[in-house]
């Protein structure tokens, strides 16, 4: 089965700080990782992923993430945060070895950026 | 432009009562996905599809049925066999049975209230 829990029902942080999103996942084969956002009333927006390669991966709006397979986790950070980052946050997670070709998804966490 | 197009966003209906949910995509994806997303559970699958005349049971799927009868359309029934249909409802889509690891494409979500 394929699973994955974001801790943190709500991070918040000040605009211009580094913010991190964190997620773990387990799975019984390597991951297929994503981040999405979703702002209030709207469907989901892809921002990253990670299916092989380099463990940091870089997508949309300045952020990036880290697949750390020792620690099962797949945090989402960027730098500098903006008051405009303020929505939430899904991180989503296939094994690829496994029968369902769906992605699941953690519980989310709602990002709060104060001017 | 090339989108997915779910209606009504906002459905109101009276307890015992069936309603249906429409997501159209012209993407020209394969797989199509019906998600429920209730506070604080983040996302849960109910069906999804990855070829047209074939569909597989999610994680929720009692209550709820699904056809797919054309590539890009995908519509949910909420029936009266659901016993908390109120929630936000998400169609996606992606490519070719994730084979090349593509990501979700979201529509806008639909919100049904159980009066």
């Known amino acids: 089965a394929q699973s994955v829990a974001q801790p943190e029902d709500q991070v918040n942080v000040a605009e211009g700080n580094p913010l991190t999103v964190k997620c773990t996942y387990s799975?019984?084969?390597?991951?297929?990782l994503f981040w999405y956002v979703q702002y209030p009333n709207r469907g989901l927006q892809f921002l990253l992923k990670y299916i092989t390669g380099d463990n940091l991966v870089k997508g949309s709006y300045g952020f990036e993430a880290e697949f750390n397979k020792s620690q099962t986790s797949f945090h989402l950070k960027k730098p500098s945060a903006l008051v405009s980052d303020s929505a939430l946050y899904f991180c989503a997670v296939r094994d690829p070895s496994a029968g369902r070709r769906a992605l699941t998804f953690g519980s989310g966490t709602r990002l709060q950026v104060q001017p | 432009d090339g989108g997915i197009t779910q209606s009504p966003k906002y459905l109101f209906r009276k307890e015992g009562q069936n309603v249906t949910l429409s997501c159209e995509q012209n993407?020209?994806?394969?797989?199509m996905y019906w998600y429920r997303q209730d506070p604080g559970q983040g996302l849960r699958l109910i069906y999804y599809s990855q070829i047209v005349n074939d569909f597989q049971k999610g994680d929720i799927a009692e209550g709820y049925s699904v056809s797919r009868e054309k590539k890009e359309s995908f519509p949910l029934t909420v029936t009266s066999a659901q016993k908390n249909p109120t929630a936000f409802y998400l169609c996606a889509s992606s490519r070719e049975q994730f084979a090349n690891t593509g990501e979700l494409f979201f529509g806008e979500g639909s919100r049904l209230t159980v009066l």
């Open positions: 799975v019984s084969g390597n991951p297929y």
């Open positions: 993407l020209n994806h394969d797989a």
